[in-house]
């Protein structure tokens, strides 16, 4: 049989899905023809499908050095030895194939790929670029677009590259959640930058066309439009955000020079052996909104009762990991204390007050929860906004939190029947943007 005639058989086996007797006929083509370059590379192709690495590189090398000018065959090669992990020699595959032909847009895209998992994310992006101006109709390719620009911090661009892909192939679920992601960045990069609201709100409002049942897009429309505040964020806004945060959150935490935790173990220690001497003991405490756990290690040492309670589940399974907590429980802290009276001798919300507006009817709940003589402990938020109106209760920060005047904390905790034990205002709860946020850390006591 001749060269090409066993050739066309050999690629009829293979469009067929006869890998093995394709393998067996492209063997033949080399038996007749041992340098035959198109057989070396289709070779290789079924030794890569077979799991053959090694035999597929040889072959691959073999065929592009008998054909130099064989853009499959380097653009294959490319691939396999960046599957290797060996990119140096994959990118010289691809700029081979593409010194050969600028316009071959799938060694672009692979291209964009090696250079995205080597962190050059400017090069990624262009090379992306590149690739989707050629196969503009490519969803995959303005997806990695969108990938290479948000790491890069690029959320604009990435924004767009990712409403591309999903108008091409809206089934494409992870892309969708990025992009929700970039909206996200674009409004917290912008709230770093205080510019126009209105320029945030079209941002939310496009990002709440594609996700209408976002809560965090929700929640955070609702901040930028400072009308409609609800009078607290939502269960599923908090759970979205801590849940989304949970693996950084103590990193992110110790970044941002954050203190309240210390601050708030201290000050329950005090009030709550302000009028007996300190002995370790069964003191059952309630961390309201305990996130990972970061209280309950400092204050192990006078009680082995901690109750921790918050919304996030994936909060919860760090903070029992932290191995204090006698038990967790994940639900949101209202209908929790609404289930627990006269059961606790101290309370601690550190930072968890910030999705709370009003604090009335929560007081009354936290006052209920607790022993005769039992002690509060908290931290609030005291950066209002500047309307006057607002600086005599509660604002909806930019930034998603709320924040508390002094005499809107006063007027809660009387109405509760908790007397302040001690008050102490902080110049610097933590740092954010560069900048102190100024806070309250209040100590009270159920008369």
């Known amino acids: 049989m001749a060269v090409d005639e066993q050739l066309s058989r050999a690629f009829e086996l293979l469009q067929s899905g006869q890998n093995q007797a394709a393998e067996s ?30 035999r597929a590189v040889e072959l691959l090398e073999r065929a592009c050095a008998l054909a130099p000018d064989y853009l499959d065959a380097h653009n294959n090669l490319g691939n396999i030895q960046l599957e290797l992990g060996n990119h140096a020699r994959a990118e010289a595959c691809f700029r081979r194939v593409l010194e050969l032909e600028p316009s071959f847009a799938a060694t672009h ?29 490519e969803a995959s390719t303005h997806a990695r677009l969108g990938d290479a620009s948000a790491k890069r911090g690029d959320f604009i661009r990435a924004r767009a590259a990712y409403r591309r892909a999903l108008e091409l192939d809206p089934s494409l679920d992870d892309e969708r959640k ?17 510019g126009d609201p209105k320029v945030a709100i079209g941002y939310l409002d496009e990002w709440l066309e594609l996700e209408p049942e976002s809560a965090i897009a929700q929640h955070s429309r609702a901040a930028y439009a400072g009308e409609s505040a609800p009078a607290r964020a939502s269960d599923a806004y908090v759970r979205a955000t801590y849940d989304q945060f949970a693996e ?56 082995s009762n901690i109750v921790g309670v918050d919304l996030s589940s994936k909060m919860l399974a760090r903070a029992e990991a932290r191995a204090v907590y006698s038990e967790l429980i994940e639900g949101e802290l209202s209908a929790f204390l609404q289930t627990c009276d006269a059961r606790f001798d101290g309370i601690v919300c ?25 002690c509060f402990v908290f931290t609030v938020e005291t950066a209002l906004t500047v309307e006057t109106k607002k600086r005599e209760g509660f604002s909806l920060l930019r930034n998603g939190r ?20 001690e008050r102490e205002p902080l110049a610097n ?19």
């Open 25 to 54: 006929a492209f063997e033949a083509v080399l038996a007749l023809a041992p340098e035959h370059p198109a057989a070396l590379q289709f070779l290789g192709i079924l030794a890569h499908m077979r799991g053959d690495l090694a």
């Open 109 to 137: 895209f692979n291209l964009g790929m090696l250079l995205l998992r080597a962190n050059r994310l400017e090069e990624a992006a262009a090379s992306f670029e590149k690739a989707a101006l050629l196969e503009p109709g």
């Open 178 to 194: 990025k992009l929700g992601r970039v909206y996200f960045q674009i409004i917290d990069a912008f709230d770093r930058a205080v």
């Open 248 to 303: 950084s959150f103590d990193h992110v935490l110790g970044h941002l020079g954050y203190q309240g935790h210390a601050l708030c173990a201290k000050a329950l220690e005090k009030a709550i052996f302000a009028e007996a001497p300190k002995r370790p003991g069964s003191y059952p405490i309630l961390d309201a909104g305990c996130g990972t756990g970061a209280l309950g290690p400092l204050i192990t040492s006078w009680t």
């Open 350 to 374: 550190a930072d968890a007050l910030i999705y709370f507006g009003d604090l009335m009817a929560l007081f009354e709940l936290a006052s209920r929860a607790l022993r005769p003589r039992g």
């Open 402 to 421: 709320y924040a508390h005047s002094n005499l809107h904390v006063t007027a809660a905790l009387q109405q509760a029947g908790l007397a302040v034990f």
């Open 429 to 447: 709860l933590r740092r954010e943007f560069g900048s102190d946020v100024p806070g309250l850390l209040i100590s009270a006591q159920k008369n």
